[in-house]
Every structure is written in structure tokens, then in C-alpha cells.
């Protein structure tokens, strides 16, 4: 099953190197974060729906083994707590992973794994993982790997006095002690390197086109490039996508800039950005801000809110998620169709407090994401990517790649703009608007993407259209070159 070290090592005596930002999805520009699916689900998803909706890709939660843990009761964090790199996880089996990745595939969606490579599970754990294999934190000793003692920071390269993260001044602090009693693995260790490597070209081999570093920050640039630089190159050639979590916020050390030359970095100051956007529509031309230590838009990895930071964790507080739904719309909507970054939604399940998993049966396995007749989901599952503003806009974004903004207007609470004489979209935040407007477009009519072509939109010679938005709970209208 796993690739041997020899033909790892052989791989490792010609270098590869190259750009990691191609996400091998023919030019779609929008992935979408199914966190906490199932494999068999997201299957059925990309097929039922994501495909048709020119969805890029799938973001996926750690598909590695995990621990098991019931205090608290199998929180979404143990996910996030590897045992080995072996593919069975609560998500499902190394087979249901590899019909997944192959049907997603067939449908033009890929599949991106969410990597957790910092760190092992944390101290004071021990006994099996969700694959069956045991494991002693304590001890430092996964022999599902295996890792053992001397593959882990010692500590005598932590800086601190208990030996965790605890200074984000530092770097050393940060990178080379354990993060919240995580075990740090050495990354420098060229045998810790390698069965990282192992890990990827296997995911590679069955078909998965790139992958989320987490936790990046709390590693050194210098041992991710060594490690992804020896990442196979996909089947149907070009390197892998990669994309960073590094969570600058002018609070530390550790900046974006520092991940440029390794594909994507997450920029969580957006998250905040837009949601005082919401607030404030005067405050939307702002959203890009270089002088507040924004990465460029050719490097940023952007969203509204994702997995941790909903839950206050990782990214400040005030953001918007799916329990404000309508300034939620808007804020996605209005991502889409700016042309600051590379873009990702969340998808969610309703939650009541941190630690809380997935909906679950009574054996807490994740429960099927049921489809209802409105196109909703049911199940305890929101599905933030189905609501219209959202869905309908990963074809805007993709008609519209390349163009700048144009023909920008933002006052009394309304704003709209063109993107080259490719798109046009506009969104009032009392819920009307009424006025004509130079859109930059060829003449002609146009569907209305938001309605799902419920409206036309006609453009004159002039490029004029008369803009008119009369839905309170969707406020948004946007259109696009074929």
C-alpha cells in the first residue's frame, strides 16, 4: 500500500521544484470546505451538485488515522490529533476515500487534503486510533508510522519554561515547542521528512490534487520546501496545490510573507475586513489593505470564516458566519466577485459549543448529509455552499478570472462594480436598489445568477443597464459574459 523509502529517497535525487498555486481544476476558481463529511457523502455531492456548479474543489478534513477520544465526546479536534498517516479516519475508509477522489474527479471537482504534518497527537493520549492502531503519546511512539522519541523537537531547541508554545514573539517559541502539548515532530529529520513525502505521493497516486498544510506557522519554511519540493508530480503533470495556514494577524512573529515562495497563504485579517465590510459598506474598498500587512492577492488564500475561526478560535472575534445569514450572503457574494485572492466557502453543521462534532448517530458516527426537497440539507448540516448567493457565484468568479475591478461605486450603503467586460455585480444593503448603471458590458441580456435567471438583465450600446434589487433576504444581483 505505502510507497517504500527506497523509491522515495530514488524520487528525492531529482528535485522537483515549481509554482504550487495551479489547482488543476481547468481554470474554476472557487473550493468549497465539506468539513467533517463523510467520503461516500462528498462523493454523491460532487456529483449531484458541485460539478454542475463549476465548484473548483473540495477541501476535505484530515483523511489520516486519528485519535479516538471521548472526553469530550468525539470532538471535531480529534481529527486533528494524528495517529499514523494510514487513510481511515471518521470520514471513512482508504477504499470509500479513493472512490470519492476518483468520482470527484470525473466531474471536474478535485479533492485537496486538509495535512496536518506539525505535530502527532498530544501528550497524555494513549490506545488505539480510529484505524485500529495503538499509540503512546507519552511515550512519543506511533508504530503506525513509526515515529519514535528521537523524530520529535527535543527540548533543548524550545525556548520555553514548560516547554510549549507560549511566546509568538519568537519564532524558536513557535516552531520548535509543542503547540497547546502536541508532540512536535522534527521536520528537519530527513527520515521524518520522508514519511511525511510517503504520505503525500500516496494521497498523490490515488488521485488528490493538492493539499492544506495546517499549522504551518508552527513550522520552518526551509523544512515544508524540502518536504513538498520532493512531492511527486501529479498524473496528469504539474505540481501539487498548496495552500498554508498561517494565521498573521500583527500579533507575532511569524508573517505571511515568509510562506510566498510555498504556494498560497491563508490571509485571516480578510475575515475581518469583510465582516466590518458588512457592517459598514463604506468600509468594502478597504478589504485589500497592503498597509495593514496584507499578502498580495497572486499568494492570499481567502475566505469569510472557516472551521476554526467560526468557532472564535484562530482569527479574532466579530466575523461573520452562517448564524447571520443574510449579511453571510452578501459577505461571500461579495468575495466571489472581487478579485483579491483565491477563494474557499465554508460549509458547516450547526453547532452549540467548541468541542462539538458532527451530527451524529448514537454510535457517534457522522450522519448522512440528507438533501431536502428546497435543495437544503438536512441532518444538522447548513450547507452554506447551496444557498444561492454562494453556489451561483462560483461560475461568476470563474467567467470573470483575470479582470480587474472597474466602474466601482460604493455610497449609501449600496455598492457595485465591474470586473473587465467580463461580469457586473451589485448589492444594497437596505435591500433595494433602483438605478441605472455603466456596467463596462457588451450589449445584450443577461441571466441574472443570483435568481437563478429568474431576471434578465439587458445592457444597452452604451453599456447602461437598469439595476433593480427588490429581495430583502438576498440583496444581490450579478451577471456575467456567457
Known sequence: MWIGTFLVLLHNTHTVHGDYRDPHCDGKQVIVHLFEWKWTDIADECERFLGKKQFCGVQVSPPNEHIVTTNPMRPWW???????????SRGGTEAEFKDMVTRCKNVGVRVYVDSVINHMAGLGRTGTGSGGTSFNSDNYDFPGVPFRREHFNSRDKCPSHDGNVNNYGDPNN????????????????????????EYYNHCVDLGVAGFRIDAAKHMWPGDIKAIQDRVKDLPEGGRPFFYHEVTDLNDGAI??????????VTEF????????????????????????????????FVFVDNHDNQRGHGGGGNLITHKSPRDYKMAVAFTLAYNYGF????SSYYINGFDEG???NSDYSAKDVTINADGSCGNGWVCEHRWNPIANMAAFR????????SHWRNQNEEVSFARGQKGFFAMAK????????????????????VSDCQKKITVDGSGNAHIVIDNSAEPIIAFSVG
Not at 480529534?78 to 481511515?88: G, H, T, W
Not at 508573517?255 to 498560497?264: A, S
Not at 437596505?430 to 445568477?449: N, V, W
Request: hydrophobic share 30%; charged share 20%.
Open 174 to 197: 513557535v516552531r520548535n515547542c509543542f503547540l497547546m502539548g502536541l508532540t512536535d515532530l522534527d521536520q528537519s529529520q530527513e527520515y521524518v521528512r520522508n514519511k511525511i513525502v
Open 430 to 449: 437596505s435591500g433595494h436598489m433602483d438605478r441605472t448603471l455603466q456596467t463596462g458590458l457588451p450589449a445584450g441580456e443577461y441571466c441574472e445568477l
Open 255 to 264: 508573517k505571511v510573507g515568509e510562506y510566498t515562495d510555498l504556494g498560497y
Open 343 to 346: 477563494t474557499r466557502v465554508m
Open 398 to 405: 470563474e467567467a470573470v478570472a483575470g479582470t480587474g475591478v
Open 269 to 300: 485579517r480578510y475575515c475581518q475586513k469583510i465582516a466590518e465590510g458588512m457592517r459598514n459598506f463604506g468600509m468594502l474598498h478597504g478589504v485589500y489593505d497592503p498597509g495593514w500587512g496584507m499578502i498580495d492577492s497572486a499568494h492570499a
Open 78 to 88: 480529534e481529527r486533528y490529533q494524528p495517529v499514523s498517516y494510514k487513510l481511515y
Open 358 to 360: 458532527p451530527p451524529h
